[in-house]
């Protein structure tokens, strides 16, 4: 069994007179340098046994490293005030457990200036122990100072191949993201619980994650997403050298804003089964496209009164690629889906306009045979057909008979491409 450390007794201690005597002076946490603990970093920089910081005001001046599987548990009512470009982080299969309550929150936060310290690190990159990290009733602030592993976002939470629970958090004024994902192993970072959480005045995006993290927020519940500079989910795939692969079962689900595909990323190629449940909201960024491959499946089937919208940052025609169908799964639907913006020559296949892809497409390169059904949608603003399903040579595609009659088109052209 390890040995459990207990950080603070000593020293509330040794300052109890201290406070006795200096009655008249301002306990402000607001300023992390003028009050409070000193956070003993030459016991407690590195560590790598089970510990736990007691309740108190903590002036963090060094960085602080959680490994070797420790846990360190953060006690209702701990205030850790971080220095300048100061960090924490767990790895190597540690776990931080940060569970305050509504009386006694947990606060983890600079000086009140966007990107003051640099943030929690929760990185699970190289052990094969999954570890589950959880804050609730917290408050973690003014982070985002540095970036993770030479990537090019800052965040309050960096979560690399870790998973997490976040529930009656705020997360706000980071120099860039709230909460960031990455990582080798992108399908292997996600939420175990996200609910009840603010997200406000971040500097980027609240959330920028992977497929499966977006999926992992599944049907949340009570989150706020405010006076973030972009207020959406962000989500991209990382490449871990075999492309933009998403390799698990992945549902969407609506949430208070709409996920942003975002610009540079190509697209996301799902080799297993993509479902988008009625109500989601996708934006697509500059030149991305959605592909589902041979191995994979989309049903996307809206409703009459909750259709699915997918649609451009930027209501031009051509702004985004398509919605590729690569394979021949019985399972590819869309129904009541609005998609509008897309069919421009750019996204995961490089170098081919109107009239090759539309806004759905079967893929024209395959060599594999195809399936998709296509009824009760809204195509429009395309800057090339609405669908298009034309079989490449030697292949056996297969689509609605009603294909150009059960959907709603409007600037397309053609409407259906055969």
């Not at 001046?61 to 205030?79: K, R």
């Amino acid at each position: 069994m390890k040995q459990k450390k207990t950080l603070g007794v000593f020293s509330l201690l040794i300052i109890a007179s201290l406070i006795c005597n200096s009655c008249n002076k301002s306990n402000n946490p607001a300023n992390p340098n003028t009050t409070g603990i000193t956070y003993d970093c030459t016991t407690f920089e590195n560590i790598t046994t089970n510990t736990t910081l007691a309740a108190g005001n903590y002036n963090i001046t060094c960085n602080i490293l959680v490994s070797n599987y420790a846990i360190l548990t953060i006690a209702p009512g701990a205030t850790l005030n971080f220095s300048q470009g100061i960090s924490l982080t767990a790895e190597l299969g540690a776990t931080i457990n940060a569970s305050g309550t509504a009386a006694q929150p947990i606060v983890f936060k600079g000086n009140g200036t966007k990107g003051y310290w640099n943030g929690i690190t929760l990185n699970n990159l190289y052990s094969a122990v999954s570890n589950n990290n959880i804050f609730s009733y917290c408050t973690i602030t003014d982070g985002g100072g540095n970036y993770f592993n030479l990537q090019d976002y800052g965040a309050n939470i960096t979560m690399a191949n870790a998973t997490s629970a976040f529930t009656n958090c705020t997360i706000s004024n980071s120099n860039d993201v709230g909460i960031y994902m990455t990582g080798a192993a992108p399908d292997a970072t996600v939420f175990t619980a996200f609910n009840n959480n603010t997200l406000s005045g971040n500097g980027t995006y609240p959330l920028r994650v992977n497929a499966a993290g977006a999926a992992s927020l599944g049907s949340a519940t009570g989150n706020r997403y405010s006076n973030n500079t972009f207020n959406y989910i962000g989500l991209e795939q990382e490449n871990n050298g075999g492309g933009y692969d998403v390799n698990v079962d992945i549902t969407l689900k609506p949430q208070p804003v709409p996920y942003l595909l975002i610009d540079g990323t190509n697209g996301i190629m799902f080799n297993k089964s993509f479902m988008i449940a009625p109500g989601t909201n996708i934006i697509m960024g500059s030149g991305t496209s959605l592909l589902i491959t041979s191995t994979g499946s989309i049903d996307a089937r809206g409703t009459s009164t909750s259709p699915i919208v997918i649609n451009g940052y930027q209501a031009t025609a051509g702004y985004w690629g398509s919605i590729f169908v690569e394979s021949n799964s019985a399972l590819n639907t869309l129904s009541y889906c609005k998609i509008s913006g897309g069919g421009g020559a750019e996204g995961l296949v490089y170098g081919y306009g109107a009239p090759y892809y539309g806004l759905i497409s079967t893929y024209q390169w395959a060599y594999n045979n195809e399936s998709v059904n296509v009824t009760n949608c809204t195509l429009s603003n395309s800057a090339s057909s609405g669908i298009y399903v034309h079989p490449t040579s030697g292949t056996n595609l297969t689509y609605n008979n009603d294909i150009s009659t059960a959907n709603y088109f409007s600037s397309c052209n053609p409407n259906v491409y055969f």
